[in-house]
T-cell receptor, first 114, second 113 residues
Framework: KAGVTQTPRYLIKTRGQQVTLSCSPI?????VSWYQQTPGQGLQFLFE???????NKGNFPGRFSGRQFSNSRSEMNVSTLELGDSALYLC?????????????FGQGTRLTVV | SQQGEEDPQALSIQEGENATMNCSYK?????LQWYRQNSGRGLVHLIL?????REKHSGRLRVTLDTSKKSSSLLITASRAADTASYFC?????????????FGQGTRLTINP
């Protein structure tokens, strides 16, 4: 079974631009979560999608948005990029079995804003 | 915040020694999980301990959970250089009506050869 796939792996953008990151979850997983990881702030939750609906949202500005498609693939978009958006963006698909949720992470997209 | 907090933030030990990391959390949980992250990569699930369990083993890993103190510990025995990584605890709980995993800030473990 293929794991979680994130594309692209690396990205360099200029301040003010926008960026779209993609995540393909493990087959059969309907939940996809996004996290931002920086050295200073650690692993921060962005949002979670389940069956094409945003189910949870972290404390990020409206410049960060996402969506999920009918095949559970998810995209996140960051508009008007700022230098502080440079980070590793991680996607995780998860399943809940017997009341326990386990997350499976992709390798991440390293975004550098210059 | 219901976020878990790992302690210590960084740990450096010699190969062969045991490494212990702690995690504290604030709310009731369904389970607590430990993940490992190699530098700049995704997180890998290590072990899950349910709220009604007190101790769990997996190879060289031993996890304990004390729900009365809202804390957990991860012990890695006979450490190896390849164990160098960041370790995160995550609490699995219902938050604002939806089940979600909440990660701590992580412990950066360095094993010196």
């Amino acid at each position: 079974k293929a794991g979680v796939t994130q594309t692209p792996r690396y990205l360099i953008k200029t301040r003010g631009q926008q960026v779209t990151l993609s995540c393909s979850p493990i087959s059969g997983h309907r939940s996809v979560s996004w996290y931002q990881q920086t050295p200073g702030q650690g692993l921060q939750f962005l949002f979670e999608y389940f069956s094409e609906t945003q189910r949870n949202k972290g404390n990020f500005p409206g410049r960060f948005s996402g969506r999920q498609f009918s095949n559970s693939r998810s995209e996140m978009n960051v508009s008007t990029l700022e230098l502080g958006d440079s980070a590793l963006y991680l996607c995780a698909s998860s399943r809940t079995v017997g009341g326990n949720t386990e997350a499976f992470f992709g390798q991440g997209t390293r975004l550098t804003v210059v | 915040s219901q976020q878990g907090e790992e302690d210590p933030q960084a740990l450096s030990i010699q190969e062969g020694e045991n490494a212990t990391m702690n995690c504290s959390y604030k709310t009731s949980i369904n389970n607590l999980q430990w993940y490992r992250q190699n530098s700049g990569r995704g997180l890998v699930h290590l072990i899950l301990i349910r709220s009604n369990e007190r101790e769990k083993h997996s190879g060289r890993l031993r996890v304990t959970l004390d729900t009365s103190k809202k804390s957990s510990s991860l012990l890695i025995t006979a450490s190896r250089a390849a164990d160098t990584a960041s370790y995160f605890c995550a609490t699995d709980a219902v938050f604002k009506g939806a089940q979600k995993l909440v990660f701590g800030q992580g412990t950066r473990l360095t094993i010196n050869p």
